[in-house]
T-cell receptor, first 118, second 115 residues
Framework: AQKITQTQPGMFVQEKEAVTLDCTYDTSDPSYGLFWYKQPSSGEMIFLIYQGSYDQQNATEGRYSLNFQKARKSANLVISASQLGDSAMYFCAMREGLYGGSQGNLIFGKGTKLSVKP | GAVVSQHPSRVICKSGTSVKIECRSLDFQATTMFWYRQFPKQSLMLMATSNEGSKATYEQGVEKDKFLINHASLTLSTLTVTSAHPEDSSFYIC???????????FGDGTRLSIL
């Protein structure tokens, strides 16, 4: 079974509107972290936002927020007020054994390609 | 500013050449670094975990003798693609983390093209 599932291969959003990118995960580890990265066409991986399994509140970082629903094992990324520069691939990733018991490698989803229309 | 530096950003070379890619953590010591491979329009696949002072841990299906990893210091890991062939052409990207709940920071990646 896939550990990270991103069901949307591609998404379109109108500039200045909000968009939600879906991510569900599967783990039996009680201690894990969820990360979102942005990969523009140039290839670099840009860290956007992080949510720990023990965090009580949803993470926010500027225009990015994470809709964390632990019982449903989902960690959707919400981008508000989309900009043309937001067009990129977006990857959801998980690290298990966050506070020990893991070498720290990330498990990535297949990604969602977001296109922002002017 | 960048916390992980990867060099070179692009390599084009003939089949049979060995190619070395460097990954440096710039402002922290990384006992563990990671090497990923990414095919076009696909996700990142972990190739190996690079451990300072010990042998790398390779993922299943990754040839140890083809992809040599050396973690010579707490700030430098190198990936050498030995006797590269066209099927080795890909985007290779490294990362490092301060550990715990800290994010992995990635280098800018290396586009390797073997002719």
């Amino acid at each position: 079974a896939q550990k990270i599932t991103q069901t949307q291969p591609g998404m379109f959003v109108q500039e200045k509107e909000a968009v939600t990118l879906d991510c569900t995960y599967d783990t039996s580890d009680p201690s894990y972290g969820l990360f979102w990265y942005k990969q523009p066409s140039s290839g670099e991986m840009i860290f956007l936002i992080y949510q720990g399994s023990y965090d009580q509140q949803n993470a926010t970082e500027g225009r990015y927020s994470l809709n964390f629903q632990k019982a449903r094992k989902s960690a959707n990324l919400v981008i508000s007020a989309s900009q043309l520069g937001d067009s990129a691939m977006y990857f959801c990733a998980m690290r298990e054994g966050l506070y020990g018991g893991s070498q720290g490698n990330l498990i990535f989803g297949k990604g969602t390609k977001l296109s922002v229309k002017p | 500013g960048a916390v992980v530096s990867q060099h070179p950003s692009r390599v084009i070379c003939k089949s049979g050449t060995s190619v070395k890619i460097e990954c440096r953590s710039l402002d922290f010591q990384a006992t563990t670094m990671f090497w990923y491979r990414q095919f076009p329009k696909q996700s990142l696949m972990l190739m190996a975990t690079s451990n300072e002072g010990s042998k790398a841990t390779y993922e299943q299906g990754v040839e140890k003798d083809k992809f040599l990893i050396n973690h010579a210091s707490l700030t430098l890991s190198t990936l050498t693609v030995t006797s590269a062939h066209p099927e080795d052409s890909s985007f290779y990207i490294c990362s490092a983390s301060r550990g715990g709940n800290q994010p992995q920071h990635f280098g800018d990646g290396t586009r390797l093209s073997i002719l």
